[in-house]
């Protein structure tokens, strides 16, 4: 199949409005994923493990491509109904440290009038944190990605569009051609709007660990575990929350949202070191209750934690 028009005139339509504009140094959560009531097509999958995959809430269950020619690894994602939709986000994928994503959404479930194209954006970051890095790594003198293949947290590529467009169709194209693995594995894929709140959170914001590994003690005091893979929390605090923001944002998203449904966290938009750590997707924990401790003021606690 061949995805959208890409490469050819198209005429570009403005964002929703302009009011609509993400700021990139400020919290961003996303919600609802609107994979699950979308119909993929494109490229070309293994049999067993097909495009729906991307679509499965279990991130292990993959999509896998048949090869690396970039006719196979590309998709479309054909929304229900024209949605405002912010970002596109591939989780527990095996893209290798040169990959490269590009994203292209359309006003027209065909393929027609284009609203965004992000061009072609490496999967990775360009680097990460100096400090650990050795001195024999690539990325000490470099800035090359190197990938350590034993971390335990989940890959995540993540395209924010800096603007929130009306949108019915989203093509993904992934550039991949040097993977040793010789295809591309996706886990899941996560796309939707973007809210952000005209006052940035506060102060005093968390981030932590969630480890359930169990461990039993013999009789002569030796320990023996059986490790689980640790999932990211975050818990940030939104004190000064209009009426409108507390209650058709925080509020409703508690309902809709629960503790079972995804939500996509990012610390800020802006590209740095620790936004590989500071981005992924999770759920609710309990939700806090929204307080109203001043005049036209509200505030809320949310806590989310990784899924994996």
Known sequence: MRLGSVGEAEVVIPPISQESLLRKDVVTL??????????????????????????????????????LEESSTQFRIALDKGRPIAVVSLAAHNLSQVA?????????????????????????PASYLPETLEWEDNNFWFGDADLDVDSEYTPLTTVFFGDIYNAEAVDVFIRDLSNVDGYVDIGRCFISGAWQPETNMSYGLEYGHLIKTSVEEAND???????????????VSLDWLTQSEAFSRIYAMQRDQGIDREI??????????????????????????????????????????EII
């Open 264 to 305: 996509l966290f990012a610390h800020e938009l802006n590209a740095s070191d620790e936004s590989f750590y500071r981005t992924f997707i999770g759920r609710l924990q309990q939700p806090d209750p929204i307080a109203n401790p001043y005049f036209a003021t509200h505030t809320n606690r949310i806590n989310i934690q």
């Open 100 to 124: 490269e994503i590009r994203v292209v959404a359309y006003a027209n479930v065909d393929g027609a009038g284009m609203v965004y194209d992000s061009g072609y954006l490496p999967a990775w």
């Open 221 to 235: 005091g030796t320990e023996y575990f059986d490790r689980k893979r640790a999932k990211r929390t975050v818990s």
């Open 30 to 67: 996303c919600w609802p994923n609107r994979i699950s009531s979308s119909v993929l097509s494109g490229g070309a999958w293994q049999p067993t493990l097909p495009l729906e995959n991307i679509a499965n809430k279990v991130f292990a269950k993959k999509a896998r491509s048949l090869n």
